[in-house]
């Protein structure tokens, strides 16, 4: 069977047979490829009501006679190296016969027809009124892509739930969590008086240091670049010498006695954290009143829906026990789907009381959980539609009979849910950053100060470079040799010195204004772990579940200089000189 791979976001029908006034014969014309598809869309929505009683009866769907999707077993690799599974291809042969000549529509470069159909496309994505991909990327709602990811390829999509299938108003929810925390600390003799909860002191993604007892924020290298000490900031100096200030400043027999204690204050904290998660007096004030603690999403269970209806097996991979689960998943979900479906129709499979990240890591025992009031028997093998507790990722992969990167996982934490299921399993992963949305505000209002930083920085560089060579002059007439260039050597002694000194004192001045501006820019971003990454899942209804995300090329250092000699020279690069 003829067939050639689609890679429009919309089906594609290629040619229409059109007459003329003048004649009675028909002749074959091109037209946009989107164009034919939509008329055919629209003509097979508008046929008569017996007919479409006989496709019915028929059990066809609109298109089949016309396209094919390519099934696991007969996938290929593209050439980003992502898998074909899931793409749709155009069976030629079936076009043929009712004279639609399919090759004959591809005629001519394929820069202009390219050019054509997407032009055609941004006008149907306008005429829709749907966003098209590149504008929903420059929009705090965007999905941002890491890693090249076609969601045709993927087979299940797992989901974790708290802060991730729902979002919690963070001052309610985690307020009350730190409340009990102090009540617990309190309880274990720590003096907490004159704490208060502050959800902006610190973000995502930050190391503790457990031996100092300092919070840090790395570089992609692995270098330190911010720190506090409690809920101090620390200077660039005090960085610079974290590592060695106790050894210089303290008693090296104190040391270990400091370390000591960081670590127990550190446990003791975990520990009083972890009773006001998992004990029942926070949940039980939460599930009494879900509409004081969760901010309600009424596109996410919709995104679902389109995942669900495109093939994808929907799993549920949460840490919160059954009776929370249910009685969150109501409240967020069941009032947004349509039909009378409850949240449990999404997903062929929920794991409550997952116990990641050794869900991911080790086996556990599985349970069946069988009634609604939570009851539970054990269960060794786990099959489609169930709901249980424990058991482990490969479980999952068994009773589906899918693995490694045909599975999504989504979520919220970057070790619990990302690292984790990334490193042990292959799966691929999206990372769900509700504070994306206003990381990209921040970067939208600070273009005015980024573009000023930018210009400081430049002319720093350009004004270091001239002190730098003026230097090294000075340097070889100190050593008596001469100086780079015939001008540079012939300036007098009183001269070079006087301008070295001038070029400092402006360096210094742009030094102590770039420095606090360059303090304020580090505080709004921070880094991303997963393939995909995203403000929240109903986001992905922006998209269809058959998006090919691709990511950014990722440029060098000396990639920039190419581009600006190509600009240079009218677009020949130069960088050679001929001798």
């Known amino acids: 069977m003829a067939s050639i791979h689609c890679f429009f976001r919309y089906p594609v029908q290629l040619n229409t047979s059109t007459s003329t006034s003048t004649s009675t014969s028909t002749s074959t014309s091109r037209v946009p490829v989107s164009s034919f598809s939509f008329n055919c869309l629209r003509c097979s929505r508008s046929s008569s009501s017996s007919s479409v009683d006989a496709h019915a009866a028929a059990n066809k769907n609109v298109g089949d006679d016309v396209f094919s999707v390519t099934s696991s077993s007969e996938y290929d690799v593209d050439y980003l190296g992502e898998s074909t599974k899931g793409d749709f291809n155009l069976n030629f042969d079936r ?117 100092k007892g300092n919070l840090v924020k790395a570089d992609r290298f692995g270098y330190v670049k911010r720190a506090m000490h409690g809920t101090t900031m620390l200077s660039n100096r005090a960085v610079r010498w974290s590592t060695d200030w106790m050894k210089e400043l303290l008693d090296p027999n104190l040391v270990p006695l ?49 995942q669900k209806e495109a093939g994808k097996k929907l799993l549920l991979i949460t840490n919160s026990d059954y009776h929370y ?23 062929n499979m929920v794991i409550v009381s997952a116990r990641k990240p050794e ?90 100060q980024r573009a000023r930083l930018v210009e400081l920085i430049n002319q720093k560089e350009v004004v270091g470079d001239l002190f730098n060579q003026l230097r090294l002059s000075l340097q070889r007439r100190n050593r008596g040799r001469p100086a780079q260039t015939l001008a540079a050597t012939n300036m007098d002694d009183q001269e070079l010195t006087e301008s070295m000194q001038k070029l400092l004192v ?56 190419s581009y600006y000699c190509s600009e240079r020279n009218d677009g020949s690069v130069s960088g050679v000189i001929d001798n």
Request: net charge negative.
């Open 95 to 211: 076009l043929q016969p009712v004279g639609i000549d399919g090759e004959a529509a591809l005629d001519g470069p394929i820069e202009e027809v390219a050019r054509m159909e997407a032009q055609e496309a941004e006008h149907l994505l306008n005429d829709f009124g749907i966003p098209s991909p590149s504008s929903a990327r420059n929009s705090p709602r965007g999905i941002f892509c890491s890693r090249t990811l076609n969601l045709r390829s993927i087979s299940a999509i797992g989901y974790d739930m708290d802060y991730t299938l729902m979002h919690y108003n963070v001052m309610a929810w985690e307020g009350r969590a730190y409340d009990y925390c102090m009540v617990n600390l309190r309880n274990m003799g720590f003096p907490v008086e004159g704490l208060a909860f502050d959800p902006d002191l610190v973000i995502r993604g930050l190391v503790i240091d457990k031996e």
């Open 506 to 561: 402006v360096m210094q001045r742009l030094d102590q204004k770039i420095a606090p501006m360059l303090e304020s820019d580090g505080e709004l971003f921070n880094k991303r772990y997963a393939d995909i990454y995203t403000s929240r899942v109903s986001n992905f209804l922006h998209y269809t579940p058959f998006m090919y995300f691709r990511s950014q090329e990722q440029t060098l250092a000396h990639d920039s200089y």
């Open 359 to 448: 869900f991911f890591q080790m086996s556990h025992p599985l349970y069946e959980v069988v009634t609604g009031e939570g009851l539970m028997r054990p269960c060794f093998k786990a099959r489609t539609g169930g709901l249980y507790s424990g058991g482990s990722a490969q479980m999952i992969e068994n009773s589906l009979n899918i693995h490694g990167d045909e599975i999504l996982y989504v979520g919220d934490h970057i070790y619990t849910d990302v690292s984790q299921s990334k490193v042990h399993l292959r799966w691929r992963t999206a990372l769900i950053c509700r504070e994306l949305e206003e990381e990209y505000n921040a970067l939208i209002n600070s273009r005015g």
């Open 325 to 347: 689960t249910d009685k969150m998943m109501q409240h967020s979900f069941n009032r947004f789907l349509p039909n009378d479906m409850g949240w449990r129709d999404l997903f």
């Open 258 to 306: 400091i370390i000591k204690d960081f670590i127990r204050q550190y446990v003791a904290v975990g520990k009083a954290l972890f009773r006001a998660h998992v004990e029942g007096q926070l949940k039980s004030e939460i599930m009494s009143k879900p509409e004081l603690f969760v901010e309600p999403d009424p596109e996410l269970p919709l995104a679902l829906l389109d």
